[in-house]
């Protein structure tokens, strides 16, 4: 029998993981190159402003999730979840060659399209990817893969968007080359998708529903109906609240706050991105084999207290003029900026006890014949709470002018105040659903 420590070297997982890896490489280097090319004007910006242009570009990448997330799930759940991914794969090849088009003619219609379709091809994968770590892995193995997918995909993130700057920046407006590496990860997403083994179908009867309103009102019942699941995603669902309260302002916090250049920018999100990378694989060390609820509480303090650390870190540091600080420069300013450094890495470890053992949970208690589906509940919630998240931060910095530090306080009380109330009522809930489980 194979050890946990052990899963990168399995067939069974390490293809899955491998190709969920490539996939969050791929959304974040085209993101990122496509933020870059926009904002520099390397292509022609059809008149339309700037700000305007990324706030559409966040929309039409989180759109899919509210249109296609329940459709997702009932065909993950319906069809042989290797050759599904195989096909997602194949698309995102497509996909590619839309964007190649648009990088090399500077069409930006073309770009957003591809950059919808990458948001559909990841809202089509979600469901899929969460639902075969149960299917490929042992109970006891549910908490170490759910920790090394997460730190992997955190590292996919941040070697994303560096990999994406990185061409950008030393191709000087050759966009050939930002092309030649979203084409060439794409294909390798492909070929490790081909290693994936072939999986059981779950629940081959399924008729899919096209009507996807109706679709996401039932797969959102259904998953209300499972008491313990719902109020786990509830909990997921919060941390992309949290999280995306914090990474929108970071852009913000280092220019404002920290008077520093854009390259700062990268470092503090380098930071929050080796935190959860972190978190993630300490939650699977000290958390034990067993799927549990043990470092959730943890995780939970810690996004209440390190944002806590972080706002008065901010109230440090000493007001500047003249050119904004650099990244060789940043190391000489003083504890203050330290402080600043070692709270984004807290909340990012913090991040990771918290959430890893709530995917575990997710697969764990959902039912296996509906499994994908509730997966697919869980990505519409999430992007329900990141668009209010969105809604939250203007609100408090653009509408009433309320400062930074206020916002990142005001997020920490609520999730004090959330987690306490979720744990509470998640305990019991979990008792009985274990109760049911093994009935």
């Not at 069974?12 to 791929?26: E, K």
């Not at 390397?42 to 966040?58: D, E, K, P, R, Y």
């Not at 929309?59 to 997330?69: G, K």
């Not at 042992?138 to 990185?166: D, H």
Request: aromatic share 12%; glycine share 8%.
């Amino acid at each position: 029998m194979k050890k946990n420590e052990h899963l990168l070297g399995t067939r069974r997982f390490l293809p899955m993981f491998i190709t969920q890896f490539f996939g969050a490489l791929n959304d974040n280097v085209y993101k990122q190159a496509l933020l870059l090319v926009m904002t520099y004007g390397w292509i022609h910006q059809q008149g339309v402003n700037i700000s305007t242009l990324n706030n559409l570009a966040a929309l039409l990448f989180i759109l899919p999730y509210f249109i296609f997330s329940a459709t997702a799930g009932q065909i993950a759940d319906k069809f042989e979840r290797s050759k599904l991914i195989r096909g997602i794969k194949l698309l995102e090849i497509i996909i590619m060659l839309i964007g190649t088009a648009g990088f090399l003619l500077g069409n930006l219609w073309l770009l957003l399209l591809a950059l919808f379709m990458m948001g559909t091809h990841s809202t089509f994968f979600g469901p899929i990817k969460y639902a075969v770590l149960p299917e490929i892995l042992k109970p006891s193995e549910l908490m170490s893969g759910n920790a090394l997918f997460q730190s992997g995909t955190s590292m996919a993130i941040l070697i994303g968007m560096i990999l994406g700057g990185a061409v950008i920046s030393a191709s000087q407006g050759n966009l050939i080359w930002i092309s030649l590496t979203v084409v060439t990860i794409a294909v390798l997403g492909y070929i490790s998708s081909t290693f994936v083994l072939k999986q059981k179908v779950t629940a081959p009867d399924i008729k899919i529903d096209w009507n996807f309103f109706r679709t996401s009102y039932q797969t959102i019942r259904y998953a209300k109906s499972l008491p313990a699941v719902f109020l786990i995603l509830l909990g997921n669902s919060w941390y992309w609240f949290y999280g995306a309260t914090y990474l929108t302002q970071i852009p913000q916090l280092t220019q404002q706050n920290l008077h520093a250049s854009e390259n700062v920018v990268s470092l503090l999100l380098t930071f929050f991105s080796v935190g959860i990378g972190v978190g993630s694989l300490l939650c699977r060390r000290f958390g034990g084999s067993e799927v549990n609820l043990k470092m959730v509480p943890i995780g939970a303090v810690g996004l209440t207290l390190f944002a806590l650390y972080l706002a008065a870190s901010l109230s440090f540091v000493p007001e500047k003029t003249g050119a904004l600080i650099g990244l060789s420069e940043i190391f000489h300013q003083g504890w203050s900026y330290y402080h600043v450094m070692i709270a984004v890495t807290l909340l990012g470890i913090s991040g990771g006890f918290y959430i890893v053992p709530l995917y575990a949970m997710m697969q764990a208690y959902s039912p296996r014949s509906h499994r994908a589906r509730v997966v697919a509940a869980n990505n519409i919630l999430n992007a329900v709470f990141m668009v209010s998240s969105a809604v939250f931060s203007i609100i408090i910095l653009s509408v009433l002018k309320i400062d930074i530090k206020i916002l990142f306080c005001m997020t920490a009380v609520l999730s004090a105040i959330f987690t306490t109330w979720l744990l509470i009522r998640l305990k019991p809930a979990l008792h009985s659903a274990k109760d049911s489980l093994e009935e």
